[in-house]
């Protein structure tokens, strides 16, 4: 893994493919990490340069800075601060799950943004994100609480639980993957700080509704890469494809981890958007 220093502390991220490629920045989302794309981004096509950083988002490896901004907004900000560290332009952003680089376009820092990929994510006022979002919210009150809560996902039969990790995704999630989003924070209690000072942003649906709605605003292509799940209604794609002008695609048999549930389905939707 490579690292890149940002104000807030130090990033890991992957750097794969083609080095002088048109740059594709995929994210992830709560409690995950690169990882999350293992499965679909040896399938997505040759001649870009795919970037995977690690947020801080409590699946991350290296803890930030102990005054690091790390509410939902500052973790937006280290997003938009990642892109400008490696001087990427004309960038594909890649957004799942995390619905925070939705808001990029609201502080004015998408200038190195030149398309966007949204599959299923928080948007508008879904911050956290239906049952999965409350659980993970109440499981977050404190360091203690953390370290319960990520010592239960990795219990294959528990995390597979409709009421607690069955809603992200309808298969497995394999097992390398689980433990590759969870070690680091059992090991290090300040990344389950980092994860605690996240989930103790205050998030109020009228501002994030008025913050998603300047997506209007965005001049650059959309694919809103969706599925049918019972976290992310399907009412909020419609409504993201309609402000952005986007084409809205559905992944089939599949819930939020799209790109693990249907790692080939996901890979060709985005693979013909790169390409078009």
Known sequence: MATVELTAGTVEYRDVGDPGGPPVVLLHGLLMNDTVWD??????????????????????????????????????????????ALDLVDTTLVVTDWGGPLLLTD???????????????????????????????LASRNTFTVAMAMRQLKIGWLRRQYLVFGQMARRPVPQDIVDSWLTAGL??????????????????????????????????????LWSHNPVMPDDHATRLAELTGGRLRYVDDAYVLVMLDQPEATATEIGAFLTA
């Open 39 to 84: 499965r679909a981004l040896p399938l997505l096509p040759r001649g870009f340069r795919y970037l995977l950083p690690v947020l801080p988002l409590g699946g991350h490896r290296i803890p930030m800075r102990a005054d690091a901004d790390l509410s939902l907004t500052g973790i937006v900000g280290i997003v938009a601060d990642f892109l400008d």
């Open 107 to 137: 502080q004015g820092r998408d200038k190195r943004i030149a398309r966007m990929v949204i599959c299923p994510s928080e948007a508008f006022d879904n911050f956290p994100p239906g049952w999965p979002g409350k659980v993970a919210w």
């Open 187 to 224: 090991a290090d209690e300040r990344v389950r700080r980092d994860l605690v000072a996240y989930c103790h942003s205050r998030f109020d649906g009228t501002e994030l509704t008025r913050a998603t709605n300047r997506l209007a605003d965005f001049d650059g292509p959309v694919l809103v």
